[in-house]
């Protein structure tokens, strides 16, 4: 599932990791802090550079958003706790700056009335819509589904299934409760199901 997802989600161009390790390295004045931070931020580059290319939907303003996010991320670096989920974390900071940087801030904090707990509807785990969009072995199918879909569920699903981060951890991120994580996904997951069904004209 993860594979195919990665292929259809997959920007442009690539991040410009070397470019933002060096700007890393640039605005640390505590090697020691910096040599942390980097191990920990470097590997994750690609992955936030291609969440903030969904997010904001342009890869030179993806660029930009990563290079707020690294810069808030570092200066904020002596409150992460040691032990803790640095991906969850920085991802949250990727998201509330891209938020902040946005008159549509309210209307992206919206509490979805789909979102309760009680409303999630099951979904069988063995049979995801990535699985259908392998046997349909059309992954661009895949990717104008992910595009359709509400910001909402499309980043929730990108989360969980590109980012392959747990419940706990998307609702950090998000910064709602997990019954929320679960029920925006199950919905995630039916309504790119039904893209792609309607994509196919089969059923998944």
Same mark, same amino acid.
């Given at each position: 599932?993860?594979?195919?997802?990665?292929?259809?989600?997959?920007? /442009?161009?690539?991040? #410009? !990791?070397?470019?933002?390790?060096?700007?890393?390295?640039?605005?640390?004045? &505590?090697?020691?802090? =910096?040599?942390?931070?980097?191990?920990?931020?470097?590997?994750?580059?690609?992955?936030?550079?291609?969440?903030?290319?969904?997010?904001?939907?342009?890869? !030179?303003? $993806?660029?930009?958003?990563?290079?707020?996010?690294?810069?808030?991320?570092?200066? $904020?670096?002596?409150?992460?706790? /040691? =032990?803790?989920?640095?991906?969850?974390?920085?991802?949250?900071?990727?998201?509330?700056?891209?938020?902040? &940087?946005? $008159?549509?801030?309210?209307?992206?904090?919206?509490?979805?009335?789909?979102?309760?707990?009680?409303?999630?509807?099951?979904?069988? #785990?063995?049979?995801? #819509? /990535?699985?259908?969009?392998?046997?349909?072995?059309?992954?661009?199918?895949?990717?104008?589904?992910?595009?359709?879909?509400?910001?909402?569920?499309?980043?929730?699903?990108?989360?969980?299934?590109?980012?392959?981060?747990?419940?706990?951890?998307?609702?950090?991120?998000?910064?709602?409760?997990?019954? !929320?994580?679960?029920?925006?996904? $199950?919905?995630?997951?039916?309504?790119?199901?039904?893209?792609?069904?309607?994509?196919?004209?089969?059923?998944?």
């Amino acid at each position: 599932m993860p594979s195919a997802i990665n292929s259809a989600v997959l920007p /442009e161009r690539s991040a #410009p !990791t070397q470019r933002y390790s060096s700007k890393i390295a640039m605005m640390t004045s &505590s090697r020691s802090i =910096g040599d942390r931070f980097q191990d920990l931020a470097v590997p994750l580059l690609a992955s936030l550079y291609n969440h903030a290319c969904w997010l904001v939907r342009d890869t !030179t303003e $993806a660029e930009d958003l990563v290079q707020e996010t690294l810069t808030k991320a570092l200066r $904020a670096f002596e409150s992460f706790e /040691e =032990g803790t989920n640095f991906k969850a974390w920085v991802f949250r900071i990727l998201r509330n700056t891209f938020l902040t &940087s946005r $008159a549509s801030l309210a209307s992206n904090r919206t509490v979805y009335l789909e979102d309760h707990p009680d409303s999630a509807e099951l979904t069988d #785990p063995g049979s995801t #819509p /990535e699985s259908y969009a392998i046997q349909l072995d059309n992954l661009a199918v895949l990717r104008r589904a992910l595009e359709d879909l509400p910001p909402h569920l499309r980043e929730v699903i990108l989360l969980s299934d590109l980012e392959e981060l747990k419940y706990r951890e998307i609702a950090i991120v998000l910064d709602v409760p997990i019954g !929320t994580v679960m029920s925006r996904l $199950a919905r995630a997951r039916q309504a790119l199901r039904k893209l792609l069904q309607s994509t196919s004209g089969g059923a998944a």
